[in-house]
């Protein structure tokens, strides 16, 4: 499980880099469409499990 904080970025320049050729598929009117957006997510803390028990790590941000 991770927490952390969403944005929408709504910079077109980062949208043009990510933007893949199949997207197309999904966003008729390309990297311009109002329904294509990215979104960041920072990671604040995390819990896995390893040798059945569970595991907190705070702080993983970059």
Do not use: H
Request: include cysteine.
């Amino acid at each position: 499980m991770l927490k952390g904080i969403v944005e929408i970025l709504e910079n077109q320049e980062i949208k043009d880099e990510l933007w893949q050729m199949g997207d197309i598929m999904y966003y008729k009117k390309g990297k311009t469409d109002p329904d294509y957006c990215v979104i960041k997510f920072t990671s604040i803390s995390a819990r896995y499990y390893s040798d059945f028990k569970s595991i907190d790590q705070d702080k993983i941000m970059n």
